[in-house]
T-cell receptor, first 111, second 115 residues
Framework: GEDVEQSLFLSVREGDSSVINCTYT??????LYWYKQEPGAGLQLLTY?????DMKQDQRLTVLLNKKDKHLSLRIADTQTGDSAIYFC???????????FGTGTSLTVIP | DTEVTQTPKHLVMGMTNKKSLKCEQH?????MYWYKQKAKKPPELMFV???????INESVPSRFSPECPNSSLLNLHLHALQPEDSALYLC??????????????FGPGTRLTVT
């Protein structure tokens, strides 16, 4: 299967911006996604980007896609303690049925 | 409404028990999924149903048996599980591919403990 890699941990102070990075290997990816998972909960879809876009903004969230380098990032502006969670990037295969999840980044927000 | 529901929330079962996990969505999605997730790891795909037919089985042991009675419901029947099967079991659904973006919506999961 495709490899989707993320750094394991990120720690930021409340009010600062967080940037979570993701790299993938499948050059035929069509959609790329960011999910948030709080302890003991399911995955919450935050946002997604189509592969022909390079940026998408949604309130405090900004997604940047560098298709040439196969690099995806999620920036969270004005990070709050409620943003502490594990963040997974994911990409779909051509059929769209199969998601390939990244290893997950655990974000800790320090008050 | 982007809700996927799962029952039960928690399940403890012995290795000789038979139990079932249930998942339901009313978004008109035609693809449904079972994932297994161990602590602090990404979800691992187990099964995919597309239009109520099993389209992907990721070499899952036969002690896990999926069933899709209709387009809104997905079950996972469990029998003779092992302690290493203890995990969070997540259900998800999505529009059928070919109708736009493929985002998957996840339920809250069933926390399964096998004793």
């Amino acid at each position: 299967g495709e490899d989707v890699e993320q750094s394991l941990f990120l720690s930021v102070r409340e009010g600062d911006s967080s940037v979570i990075n993701c790299t993938y290997t499948d050059s035929s990816s069509t959609y790329l996604y960011w999910y948030k998972q709080e302890p003991g909960a399911g995955l919450q879809l935050l946002t997604y980007i189509f592969s022909n876009m390079d940026m998408k903004q949604d309130q405090r969230l900004t997604v940047l896609l560098n298709k040439k380098d196969k690099h995806l990032s999620l920036r969270i502006a004005d990070t709050q303690t409620g943003d502490s969670a594990i963040y997974f990037c994911a990409e779909t295969s051509n059929t769209g049925n199969q998601f390939y999840f990244g290893t997950g980044t655990s974000l800790t927000v320090i008050p | 409404d982007t809700e996927v529901t799962q029952t039960p929330k928690h399940l403890v079962m012995g290795m000789t028990n038979k139990k079932s996990l249930k998942c339901e969505q009313h978004m008109g999605h035609r693809a449904m999924y079972w994932y297994k997730q161990k602590a602090k790891k990404p979800p691992e795909l187990m099964f995919v149903y597309s239009y109520e037919k099993l389209s992907i089985n990721e070499s899952v042991p036969s002690r896990f048996s999926p069933e899709c009675p209709n387009s809104s419901l997905l079950n996972l029947h469990l029998h003779a599980l092992q302690p290493e099967d203890s995990a969070l079991y997540l259900c998800a659904s999505s529009q059928d591919p070919g109708q736009g973006s493929y985002e998957q919506y996840f339920g809250p999961g069933t926390r399964l403990t096998v004793t």
